[in-house]
């Protein structure tokens, strides 16, 4: 690990505290536009599956406890999936040899079945008893402008940051 890696890393995880925050400003829910992703996203395939694990990690935890935002259960549950968010976006990238619409989309994937599983596993103990499949469709279902953001914004961003660090 050298400085450039501990402070893209610590750059992205304020980002990741900090777009939910200005989403909020604007009236804009972050449970469709899933702000909190992008620099997850960024940090995997910009940094590495570490980088990209480590923001996504922690994340949902400190922006919980500096803006409230997820709620403490809520961000139980996303803890895992933006963590495998970053991991699986970095690693499949360095796999696919650079491939930016496989690694993304499959990290995606990757990322919303860790939350429904997280789901199936926290809801009942959250007083959701009955409901898990609810809150999971719901889930889906309502992050999907999220997804076409993630879609529309992430590959390109991550091409310019690549330009604009490269020596």
């Known amino acids: 690990m050298n400085a450039r890696f501990i402070s893209l890393t610590g750059l992205l995880l304020a980002a990741g505290v ?9 009236g804009i829910a972050g449970r ?3 702000p909190m992703h992008i620099p997850v996203f960024l ?4 940094l590495g599956p570490w980088a990209g694990f ?9 922006s919980s406890m500096l803006t409230g935002m997820p709620t ?9 999936e933006l963590a495998t968010y970053g991991a ?12 930016l619409w496989i690694s993304l989309i499959g990290a995606m994937i990757a990322g919303r079945v860790v939350w429904c599983l997280m789901a199936v596993l926290i809801a009942p103990v959250l007083g959701f008893k009955g409901r898990t499949l609810i809150v999971v469709a719901a889930a889906l279902a309502v ?4 997804m076409i953001m993630q879609l529309a914004f992430v590959p ?8 604009a660090l490269t020596p």
């Open 72 to 80: 403490p259960a809520y961000a139980v549950m996303m803890t895992p």
């Open 143 to 146: 992050g999907w402008p999220g």
């Open 88 to 99: 699986v976006s970095g690693y499949v990238y360095r796999v696919s040899r650079r491939n």
């Open 43 to 46: 940090a995997g395939f910009v």
């Open 54 to 62: 480590l923001v996504g990690a922690l994340s949902p935890g400190l």
């Open 32 to 34: 469709i536009f899933l």
């Open 18 to 26: 900090l777009f939910p925050v200005v989403f909020h400003q604007f």
């Open 156 to 163: 390109p961003v991550v091409r310019r940051l690549q330009r």
